[in-house]
């Protein structure tokens, strides 16, 4: 699990193409190494990717065509700058939102507008994605845990803040680039726990059928507080 607080800003040293599929190295900068070992997940633009040789400066991966389907990473060029998070520690600190590493579509920059210190920037979600993200929610692109500031239909805008395009690949963005989205997690399982109901169904203890998730409706989330009144 990660956080979407990028560490480091580190770069594609070589693509390797195997069988189909890929095997990316990464120089990590300032990315700290010390206690990366064989195995550990490395969240790399955002895609959580298993380290399978570490040369010292930085870490080997290999990338699946599931991956290379649903992310970016199929259009890295060498010397191509990446954002960086090592897996959040057991008693680390909490500061972005809870991040999988696994990428749910790529997205396009609409348009990059100054704002005040800030900039200002728009995306195009996939169709299929829209659904999930929400007013003030939260989103992850590139690997970088962002607040949604506004959401018309697919497209969305995001503030970033001086310090987030200082230590992360945002200052480089150009519209028409293309960027990995990770939708928030607790907005998937909702969807499937209202959803579940319709799919399947149980033995109730009468011995007829029973909704699986007739437990959770709508009006029982809107009496909770979980949606807002219309």
Known sequence: MFTGIIEAVGTVAALQSKGGDLRLRVRSGKLPLAEVKLGDSIATNGVCLTVVDLPGDGYWADVSRETLAYSTLGQLQVGQSLNLERAMAADGRFDGHIVSGHCDGVGSIASIARDARSVRVQIDAPTELARYIAHKGSICVDGVSLTVNKVEGRRFDLNIVPHTAAETIISGYRSGDTVNLE???????????????????VDGADGGADSAGGGLTLAKLADNGFLKAK
């Open 183 to 201: 939708v928030d997690v607790v907005a998937r399982y909702l969807e499937r726990l209202l959803t579940a109901g319709a799919e399947h169904t």
